[in-house]
Nanobody, 122 residues
Framework: QVQLQESGPGLVKPSQTLSLTCTVS??????????WSWIRQPPGKGLEWMGA???????WYGPSVKSRTSISGDTSKNQFSLQLSSVSPEDTAVYYC??????????????WGHGTQVTVSS
């Protein structure tokens, strides 16, 4: 059973960097052919895919946050992390980490964390 758990500060000041960590248990982040992503949902809005890191270390980022986003993995800790720089109140959201697979028919999320609320405010 794969479980994902988000962790990090719940409050970040504007212009600072938001840093979150997803701890994975029950499976390795290096296992072929899984992908590990960050997804967020601002209040009253839909889900936004922020980016992902693949089992072999490759990265992809959503176009709206690409310039400010970095996702990295730590194989020794079986964790992957999100760094979102220069945050503003518009970055306030529930942040989720998730595992997904890629098939010819599309992408499929197979595991979600419970999410963590992050508020950007001074």
């Amino acid at each position: 059973q794969v479980q994902l758990q988000e962790s990090g500060p719940g409050l970040v000041k504007p212009s600072q960097t938001l840093s979150l960590t997803c701890t994975v248990s029950g499976g390795s982040i290096t296992t072929s052919y899984y992908y590990w992503s960050w997804i967020r949902q601002p209040p009253g809005k839909g889900l936004e895919w922020m980016g992902a890191i693949a089992y072999e270390g490759s990265n992809w980022y959503g176009p709206s946050v690409k310039s400010r986003t970095s996702i990295s993995g730590d194989t020794s800790k079986n964790q992957f992390s999100l760094q979102l720089s220069s945050v503003s109140p518009e970055d306030t959201a529930v942040y989720y980490c998730a595992r997904y697979i890629i098939q010819s028919t599309g992408v499929y999320i197979v595991d979600w964390g419970h999410g963590t609320q992050v508020t950007v405010s001074s």
